[in-house]
Every structure is written in C-alpha cells, then in structure tokens.
C-alpha cells in the first residue's frame, strides 16, 4: 500500500482543500493528512485558529477522502514523518517549505525513497482560507 502524506492548518474545510486532498490521494492508496495543532497554527499563521486542533481533526477526518487523520508535531516536523514513512509528500502549492528542503531532511532521516510532489492551487487561489474568511466579512 502506497502511503501519501499531507499537512495543513484546515481551519474550515473548503473546495481547495478538497482538491488538494484529491490531488493527493492520486499519488498512492492510503491518503493521511497532519493537522496542524493550534500553537503551530497561531506561530505559522500570526493568528489564533478558528477552530480547536480537536474541531479541525474531526472535521479532516469526517472527509471520505482521508484514509486517516493525525494531530501534527509540536516541534519536530521530521520525526513526525518518520513515524508515519510515508511513499509520498504532498506539498500545498502555498506551503513555505520547498520541495528540494524537503527531500534532504527526508535523505538524513532515512526516508530517501519518499517523493515530494508540490500540488496544484485550486482555481487559481480563489479559495484560499485567507480569501474566503475575507470574502465572508465583507456580507
């Protein structure tokens, strides 16, 4: 079974991050998504989630898509991925990190086979979270 392994704050589900989950579980068989816990969240984003790590969770997991959901690592990423080895990273097409950072970590960790793909937005950023809390602001 081919693991495939994505991450992301998913503070509100929305048609990206549907399709960035469809994107993903293209790659393998099994897809697992890492939600970022809250104080990564705030660290990462400047701001308090909307939602609780425990709301976010469920809501990933209730997806039929996701295969399974976890919690993400408070502080080291890599040892996270390690404990789940997966065949394939699939990076957000808006996630900081590059693909080429990516696969030397993975090398020095001893996951050299995992592949690090970089996912498509979905139409063109228009339903980035960031957007659409805004968008809903303005109603």
């Avoid at 048609?15 to 068989?29: C, I």
């Avoid at 980035?128 to 809903?136: A, C, F, L, Q």
Wanted: charged letters at 35%; one cysteine or more; aromatic letters at 10%.
């Amino acid at each position: 079974m081919k693991k495939v392994l994505v991450f992301g704050a998913f503070d509100g589900l929305h048609p990206g991050h549907l399709d960035f989950f469809r994107q993903a579980k293209k790659f393998g068989d099994f897809l697992i998504v890492s939600v970022g816990t809250d104080k990564n969240v705030e660290r990462i984003k400047g701001r308090k989630p909307l939602f609780s790590q425990k709301e976010r969770l469920n809501l990933v997991a209730s997806c039929r898509m996701v295969d399974k959901a976890v919690l993400g690592a408070e502080e080291d990423f890599y040892l996270h991925i390690k404990q789940i080895a997966p065949d394939v990273i699939g990076l957000g097409y808006d996630q900081w990190a590059g693909e080429d950072e990516v696969k030397k970590e993975l090398e020095s960790i001893g996951l050299s086979k995992t592949k690090v793909v970089r996912l498509k937005p979905y139409k063109n950023k228009r339903a980035k979270s960031t957007m659409v809390k805004r968008e809903s602001v303005d109603y």
